[in-house]
């Protein structure tokens, strides 16, 4: 990082930090590349210096302040793309299964600390396929009331989390793809890959890192034990019967409490991720603090995720959906800070995000580009008048392809999942 006066600032330069807190200021996002004039004209309003990040800065620029001397200020130039392997055809072998494990672990790059999403996608499949039957056989051993191993499941989540560290955005793909269709199953992983990815972010240490993920995927255990009837209910519950399944809070603690390998801390957010800041939340009604972090955390990705998938009462939402919910009970349920945090991490446009392009095409995002956040890597897939694209193709719009009229690319808004009749199987996004 390097401290730059507001009054040096150039378009290409990557603002880290400011001055004062992100939220005193207009900018929806903590961290920007400066794009255009009008950018350096509110930063100079409203700050005196900024720090600049030269690794996430673009092209070739001056600063003599910052070296003593005119000497450019080396960012990173746009990489020349490179060929990269087909993703839809690597999404559809992934929802096959039946993936043999690759021996090589992903190279991540230097010049943004990750690996290729496609080549991550590939090696960490079987991953998540350790993960989904060790969750299996951890629901069979309770239906059985048979003693638990979670020994597989810490070793395959550190497996998991490790993936995530090279590449966040591959895992989140990983938990649509490789979608059991039941409940359950999908909801545990989605809450363990999310939990680690938003830790990641949020820069918590490795460790911390393996044991939200360890438990975001058991924290549910104990409703494999409620009535069938329960789980499936299509309305609203009676009275005795919501006192019945918040009862699987004490019910998982029952069943992992004093099971080898298992950290205190692990029990801690299992034991409170269905309390709330504002003391509505269960068992014990903690409120503010009390809650710590980490459970904290575990609460806000339950309740995400278990917007975007569907159940028995309720159709699934888009991401983009959900975040709004959340937004709503930012300051209530959640603390504002947090929501705003998870909103970064997940970007304006997460992935799985159906996009109108300036062209008339309808993409979906694949990735978000850390560095222009309104240009992600998206694939298209209705050409302009909305046909299907037999050969979808990937576009990063960091590198400002050009569009059929010669204008670079750019993202007019977001879409809901089913725009113009997509149907997001075809092209094995889910």
């Known amino acids: 990082m390097t401290s730059v006066s507001t009054r040096d600032l150039k378009v290409g330069m990557f603002v ?14 903590q961290g920007f590349l400066i794009e255009e004039q009008s950018q350096i004209d509110h930063l100079q309003l409203l700050c005196r210096t900024v720090e600049i990040d030269p690794s996430k800065s673009v092209g070739m620029f001056f600063a003599a302040t910052v070296h003593g001397k005119d000497a450019p200020l080396a960012g990173l130039p746009p990489p020349a793309r490179p060929r990269q392997p087909d993703f839809v055809r690597i999404a ?29 996608l590939l090696y960490s499949a079987s991953v998540i396929d350790d993960v989904q039957a060790s969750l299996r056989s951890l629901t069979a051993c309770v239906q059985a009331d048979t003693p638990l191993d979670l020994a597989d499941v810490s070793k395959n989540i550190a497996e998991v989390a490790a993936g995530v560290v090279r590449n966040p955005e591959a895992l989140l793909w990983l938990t649509r793809l490789k979608s059991t269709d039941e409940y ?11 939990l680690m990815v938003f830790a990641r972010f949020l820069g918590l240490p490795r460790e911390q890192i393996e044991s939200v993920g360890v438990a975001g995927l ?45 950290q205190p801390d692990t029990l801690e957010i299992i034991g409170r991720h269905h ?32 917007m975007i998938r569907e159940r028995s009462y309720s159709l699934p939402m888009s991401s983009q959906k959900a975040i709004g919910e959340l937004v709503r009970m930012r300051g ?39 560095v222009r ?19 979808p193709r990937t576009l990063d719009l960091m590198l400002n392809p050009l569009g059929p009229t010669g204008e670079p690319y750019r993202i007019l808004g977001a879409l809901p999942d089913n725009a113009y009749g997509i149907d997001p199987a075809e092209f094995y996004l889910v």
């Open 332 to 370: 209530g349920k959640f603390r504002d800070t947090l929501v705003d945090q998870f909103v970064q991490c997940m970007g304006l446009y997460p992935i799985g995000t159906l996009v109108e392009l300036n062209s008339g095409e309808v993409a979906v995002v694949l990735q978000q580009n850390q």
């Open 373 to 391: 956040r309104l240009q992600p890597k998206v694939m298209v897939l209705l050409a302009p008048d909305k046909s299907v694209e037999r050969y």
């Open 16 to 29: 880290a930090e400011l001055d004062r807190p992100w939220l005193e200021t207009p900018f929806l996002l």
């Open 184 to 194: 359950s199953y999908d909801h545990a992983l989605d809450v363990s890959v999310h």
């Open 275 to 306: 309390e709330r800041i504002d003391g509505s939340g269960y068992p014990l009604k903690l409120q503010g603090q009390e809650l710590g972090l980490p459970a904290e955390m575990s609460g806000l990705m339950d309740t995400y995720c278990a």
């Open 92 to 120: 559809k072998a992934v929802r096959r299964g039946g993936m043999s494990r690759r021996a090589r672990t992903p190279r991540v790059r230097a010049r943004d600390s990750l690996s290729l999403l496609e080549e991550e």
């Open 218 to 262: 058991i924290q549910d255990l104990g409703k494999t034990q409620l009535p069938k009837e329960i789980l499936t209910k299509p309305g609203r519950l009676t009275a005795e019967e919501l006192k019945l399944a918040r009862y699987h809070v004490v019910s998982t603690l029952r069943i992992v409490a004093n099971r080898p390998g298992l």
